[in-house]
């Protein structure tokens, strides 16, 4: 029996009007972002509907609006029609609108702790730079970043496009080594070296609120962007704080569920970026991004408002 994996982006997919459509049309999808808005303390449903980007582009803003925004999404699946997940996978910090799917953490949890995300991911005092290198196998990508002083894999997106991380110099030494090799490099406008060791500050910094929280077992299979397998609820603790330095296995996690017998794949929020990652890793598998009303009456059991 083939298996349905629910997929949630990270960040770079957010925009100013994400989830607006959903909330206009679909009252529950309103209500995530009231409910969010009351444990963030402020506006969030203004920031995602209207901006301005400045802010909406702030790590500390964007973390929770993009998972909130994912979470309306998969209150309108659940509620409007018959599609449900055999397992989840989340892309960064998508895996904490993935955990509260997987029955992980309460939504009011979920919002609060990827604030305290956020807020730390923005503290960090750790210099970098990230940049894209399409075009090379990851294995020498791999081998360009050991070359290097201090520059690691972060994002293992699908063959042939991955996201490096680290200091200011190394990434300027990959981006010419790749771009020797016959690769297209380009630099992320990012204000930090995400998804590496020199974001160990950030991790220190998280670790009490994780430590906080109580997760509760999961009802739904949880595929870690950060092992590339299925993890339960006592795992799930380390593999937060361990995400900050750590890169997105997202190639590898999807080949996993492919061998595991999924063959649907249904982005739940904002945009279609992971749709169009999973076709290149796999172009026999279906997908479908469900973050609009268009979206979601794509897909079987069309909801109605």
Same mark, same amino acid.
């Given at each position: 029996?083939?298996?349905?994996?629910?997929?949630?982006?990270?960040?770079?997919?957010?925009?100013?009007?994400?989830?607006?459509?959903?909330?206009?049309?679909?009252?529950?999808?309103?209500?995530?972002?009231?409910?969010?808005?009351?444990?963030?303390?402020?506006?969030?449903?203004?920031?995602?509907?209207?901006?301005?980007?400045?802010?909406?582009?702030?790590?500390?803003?964007?973390?929770?609006?993009?998972?909130?925004?994912?979470?309306?999404?998969?209150?309108?699946?659940?509620?409007?029609?018959?599609?449900?997940?055999?397992?989840?996978?989340?892309?960064? /910090?998508? !895996?904490?609108?993935?955990?509260? #799917? @997987?029955?992980?953490? =309460?939504? *009011?949890?979920?919002?609060? %702790? /990827?604030? !305290?995300?956020?807020?730390?991911? #923005? @503290?960090?005092?750790? =210099?970098? *730079?990230?940049?894209?290198? %399409?075009?090379?196998?990851?294995?020498?990508?791999?081998?360009?970043?050991?070359?290097?002083?201090?520059?690691?894999?972060?994002?293992?997106?699908?063959?042939?496009?991955?996201?490096?991380?680290?200091?200011?110099?190394?990434?300027?030494?990959?981006?010419?080594?790749?771009?020797?090799?016959?690769?297209?490099?380009?630099?992320?406008?990012?204000?930090?070296?995400?998804?590496?060791?020199?974001?160990?500050?950030?991790?220190?910094?998280?670790?009490?609120?994780?430590?906080?929280?109580?997760?509760?077992?999961?009802?739904?299979?949880?595929?870690?962007?950060?092992?590339?397998?299925?993890?339960?609820?006592?795992?799930?603790?380390?593999?937060?704080?361990?995400?900050?330095?750590?890169?997105?296995?997202?190639?590898?996690?999807?080949?996993?569920?492919?061998?595991?017998?999924?063959?649907?794949?249904?982005?739940?929020?904002?945009?279609?970026?992971?749709?169009?990652?999973?076709?290149?890793?796999?172009?026999?598998?279906?997908?479908?991004?469900?973050?609009?009303?268009?979206?979601?009456?794509?897909?079987?059991?069309?909801?109605?408002?």
């Amino acid at each position: 029996m083939s298996k349905v994996a629910f997929c949630f982006p990270g960040q770079g997919s957010q925009k100013v009007g994400m989830g607006k459509e959903l909330a206009d049309e679909f009252p529950e999808a309103s209500e995530v972002f009231d409910e969010a808005s009351e444990v963030l303390d402020f506006d969030l449903r203004q920031v995602c509907f209207e901006g301005p980007l400045e802010e909406l582009s702030q790590t500390e803003i964007t973390q929770p609006a993009l998972v909130t925004a994912s979470l309306a999404s998969l209150r309108v699946v659940e509620r409007r029609t018959g599609l449900t997940a055999d397992v989840v996978v989340g892309h960064s /910090v998508g !895996e904490y609108a993935a955990l509260h #799917a @997987a029955g992980g953490l =309460p939504l *009011a949890d979920d919002i609060r %702790l /990827v604030r !305290e995300r956020g807020l730390a991911t #923005a @503290a960090s005092t750790a =210099p970098g *730079a990230m940049a894209a290198v %399409l075009g090379l196998p990851d294995e020498e990508v791999e081998r360009l970043c050991s070359e290097s002083s201090q520059v690691w894999p972060a994002n293992y997106n699908c063959p042939g496009q991955v996201v490096i991380s680290g200091s200011e110099p190394g990434v300027a030494e990959v981006i010419d080594r790749a771009k020797q090799a016959g690769a297209k490099a380009m630099r992320l406008r990012v204000s930090g070296a995400f998804h590496s060791p020199l974001m160990a500050d950030a991790r220190e910094r998280l670790e009490p609120a994780v430590r906080e929280t109580a997760f509760a077992p999961m009802t739904t299979e949880f595929m870690s962007t950060v092992t590339s397998r299925m993890e339960t609820a006592d795992r799930v603790p380390e593999l937060l704080l361990e995400q900050l330095t750590a890169p997105v296995m997202f190639t590898q996690a999807v080949q996993r569920l492919v061998a595991d017998g999924v063959t649907r794949f249904v982005e739940v929020g904002p945009g279609s970026v992971l749709a169009g990652l999973i076709k290149r890793i796999d172009p026999a598998v279906e997908v479908a991004s469900v973050g609009t009303p268009d979206g979601l009456r794509s897909i079987e059991g069309a909801p109605s408002a």
